[in-house]
């Protein structure tokens, strides 16, 4: 009677085991073997890098496993994350896998801890182990791992919060991590409520400006009393890259896009692509306010703006954003003076598409007698 279930349990083992190639049971078995783990269960993802499993402690706590692949193939496209990334001068090694997957093993772990320190809400980092991530379980207390914010249900008194307080994690991330996810999608990030009796231990402190927390923490307050408020726990950093990485700009840019496209989709006012790039990248927001506070102002700013002519919430302005998706973003001070692309583009009339202007304050001058001022005002500017 039992057949089916006992084969559909071979099965599922049948398949995990074939990614377990020797080496990644060994390391597993010593993880065992030092009381680390207790045992490892059944796959909570099946991804094209990596596979992510459920184990628990001997003393029954929930762990994550994130086991990466080891086949060269699978890694491949990922050099365009590599390729500028001051962390990879050495050390990374194209033509061993296993090495290779150490290194994004390694640097996912980096990045959590980077995270965690700031007070985000992220995965606790455990250990790494060659292409094996130990970390804490964003779940239940049965193992059931919280959802992805793409496939949760979230309540619709809380969806415009959980923008806001994603928007200020970005911002967080950006400024005192001084890192940019380069993979934030509804699919890198879980919705997780805090079960109602795990009280004390667990608190994840939600920003590391004490001024927005005690924001954050009213809104937590004030929603427990109506309906659990889960919060958004960023996952998946192993791509995420310094903030000088040549194309952070560029990574962040896409990032928030995904970011605005899910939430205005559930109803959410938004802030135009523009004014969220904006909102996370400039320094000092507004003196005292918190970044929550002026989060707020903006979007009800850009409400004034856009609804007089818009038809629809007016909010964000999808021609404006599409002008902002196609500009060039520079990231460093080479790029930023490229004098002949840019004295083309503001010859041909189009010295707005150099966005950098107005995102960080650099000001697109017409380089021929203004050369080395404005590449001296550009040094200020970034070693500050
Ligand atoms: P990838 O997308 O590279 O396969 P992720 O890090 O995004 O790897 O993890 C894949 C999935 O595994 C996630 O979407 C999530 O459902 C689950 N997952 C990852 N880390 C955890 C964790 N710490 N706790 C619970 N579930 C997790
Ligand atoms: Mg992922």
């Known amino acids: 009677p039992s057949a089916t279930a006992n084969q559909k349990d071979k099965s599922d083992r049948a398949t995990n085991e074939q990614v377990l190639d020797p080496r990644t049971r060994i390391i597993l078995f010593k993880m065992i073997g030092r009381g680390l783990l207790f045992e490892v269960n059944g796959c909570v993802s099946t991804g094209k890098e990596a596979n992510v499993y459920h184990a628990i402690t001997p003393d029954r706590k929930?762990?994550?496993l994130k086991i990466y692949k080891t086949s060269i193939l699978v890694f491949k496209d990922r050099d365009r994350y590599v390729s500028g990334e001051y962390r990879f001068r050495r050390g990374y090694s194209r033509h061993?896998?296993?090495?290779?997957?150490?290194v994004w093993a390694e640097k996912e772990m980096r990045n959590l801890k980077r995270l965690k320190a700031a007070g985000l809400r992220c995965p606790e980092a455990v250990e790494v182990r060659e292409n094996v991530l130990v970390m804490g379980f964003i779940g239940d207390s049965d193992g059931w791992a919280s959802p992805r914010l793409k496939d949760a249900s979230i309540p619709a008194a809380v969806i415009s919060?959980?923008?806001?307080?994603?928007?200020?994690?970005?911002?967080?991330?950006?400024h005192d991590c001084k890192l940019v996810h380069a993979d934030l999608s509804e699919y890198n990030i879980l919705y997780h409520v805090e079960p109602?009796?795990?009280?004390?231990t667990?608190?994840?402190s939600s920003t590391s400006e004490p001024s927005e927390n005690t924001t954050t923490d009213t809104t937590a307050e004030d929603q427990q009393h109506t309906e659990p408020h889960g919060h958004l726990y960023i996952i998946d950093v192993s791509q995420s890259v310094e903030q000088d990485h040549p194309h952070a700009f560029d990574f962040l840019r896409s990032d928030l896009k995904n970011v605005e496209d899910f939430f205005s989709k559930r109803g959410v006012k938004c802030l135009s692509l523009r004014r969220s790039f904006e909102f996370v990248t400039t320094p000092d927001l507004s003196g005292d306010a918190s970044a929550e506070d002026v989060l707020q102002r903006w979007i009800q700013e850009d409400d004034q703006d856009g609804g007089v002519e818009g038809e629809d919430s007016g909010v964000s302005n999808g021609n404006d954003d599409s002008v902002f998706m196609q500009s060039y973003i520079p990231r460093t001070l080479n790029e930023v003076y490229d004098p002949e692309r840019d004295v083309g583009a503001l010859q041909r009339g189009e010295g707005e598409k150099l966005i950098y202007k107005d995102t960080i304050g650099i000001v697109a001058r017409a380089p021929a007698d203004e050369e080395e001022g404005s590449a001296a005002q550009a040094k200020v500017r970034f070693s500050e």
């Open 196 to 200: 109602p009796a795990a009280s004390t």
């Open 62 to 64: 929930h762990l994550a």
């Open 96 to 102: 061993n896998p296993r090495k290779m997957v150490r």
């Open 161 to 174: 919060d959980l923008y806001a307080e994603l928007l200020i994690m970005v911002r967080t991330m950006f």
């Open 202 to 204: 667990d608190a994840v």
